[in-house]
């Protein structure tokens, strides 16, 4: 599967933004989905999950209440919403996919490019 993310950019802190990861090839309700991050100077991170359907999330403390992230399998796009905005949430955004239901990173053999999300205090 490919995977292609968008959406991110410069938004002040307490604004949102909309990522949207659009995937070609194999069936995409086959590939649980993620979005992880990395901000400047740290490792990558998990930042959330959704099972093959959408019936099943998970989120990491750090975003739980302020992002949420959804999928249209007719579209073949997961989404991240993302709300009240911290700048601490600066980082690139990746999404991935696995064949295998998990919330570890390291599981997710499937990578799009990355997006930045730069949040201003």
């Known amino acids: 599967v490919q995977l292609q993310a968008s959406g991110g950019g410069l938004v002040q802190a307490g604004g949102s933004l909309r990522l949207s990861c659009a995937a070609s090839g194999r069936t995409f309700s086959s590939y649980t989905m993620a979005w992880s991050r990395q901000g400047p100077g740290k490792e990558r991170e998990f930042v959330a999950s959704?099972?093959?359907?959408?019936?099943?999330?998970h989120s990491a403390d750090s975003v739980k209440g302020r992002f949420t992230i959804s999928r249209d399998n007719a579209k073949n796009t997961v989404y991240l919403q993302m709300n009240s905005l911290k700048p601490e949430d600066t980082a690139v955004y990746y999404c991935a996919a696995s064949e295998r239901i998990t919330t570890m990173m390291h599981e997710y053999g499937y990578w799009g490019q990355g997006t930045q999300v730069t949040v201003s205090s």
């Open positions: 959704i099972s093959r359907y959408g019936g099943i999330t």
